[in-house]
């Protein structure tokens, strides 16, 4: 069974920095991409960054400069560094795989920024 459990969110003040963490357990098979969505009240769930097997990153354009996506593969584990954390940025993150299994998803971790 594939398990992603996030941690690492809580409560921050405006200009402050959390680090989210995702452990991906289970027979996930060839993992194509890492990748971090966020969901605020009411709203859709929209991606926020992405991670190739080969390294390679890409940000949404209201994160680029204050977050940063990273791998350790010998932990299965995926990062997002945010910094400069924004009232907006307050929302639940999910953790997601594609491999060649299928896609996966964490629990989320909610983040609050407050003003």
């Known amino acids: 069974q594939v398990q992603l459990v996030e941690s690492g969110g809580g409560l921050v003040q405006a200009g402050g920095s959390l680090r989210l963490s995702c452990a991906v357990s289970?027979?996930?098979?060839?993992?194509?991409?890492l990748a971090w969505y966020r969901q605020a009240p009411g709203k859709q769930r929209d991606l926020v960054a992405t991670?190739?097997?080969?390294?390679?990153?890409n940000y949404v354009d209201f994160v680029k400069g204050r977050f940063t996506i990273s791998r350790d593969s010998t932990k299965n584990t995926v990062y997002l560094q945010m910094n400069s954390l924004k009232p907006e940025d307050t929302a639940v993150y999910y953790c997601?795989?594609?491999?060649?299994?299928?896609?996966?998803w964490g629990q989320g971790t909610q983040v609050t920024v407050s003003s």
């Open positions: 997601n795989i594609k491999s060649w299994r299928g896609i996966y």
């Open positions: 289970g027979s996930t098979g060839f993992i194509n991409a």
């Open positions: 991670i190739t097997s080969s390294g390679s990153t």
